[in-house]
Structures are given as structure tokens and as C-alpha cells.
């Protein structure tokens, strides 16, 4: 699955972590921004 930079952008602010980390949570969770959060 495509990861949008929207997404990985949505998750760093939410949680101000890294891009890399923001895009690699969001690839193990299929985009799922509340279960990267979770990650």
C-alpha cells in the first residue's frame, strides 16, 4: 500500500517524530494513522 505524504505528514505533527519513523509506522499499520499512533 501507498503511504501519502498527507498521512506521514498528519502523523509527525500528531506525534512529532521523525519523517522515516512516521512513514515506517504508517507502512507496518496499512495507513492507519490512530494505530501508528499507537505504535
Known amino acids: 500500500m501507498a ?3 498527507q498521512a506521514v505528514k498528519q ?3 500528531l ?3 521523525g ?3 512516521c512513514k515506517r ?3 507496518e ?3 492507519d494513522v ?3 499512533i499507537k505504535n
Open 11 to 13: 502523523l509527525k505533527e
Open 15 to 17: 506525534t512529532n517524530c
Open 34 to 36: 490512530d494505530a501508528a
Open 29 to 31: 499499520t496499512n495507513g
Open 25 to 27: 509506522a504508517l507502512e
Open 3 to 5: 503511504i501519502s505524504a
Open 19 to 21: 519523517m522515516m519513523d
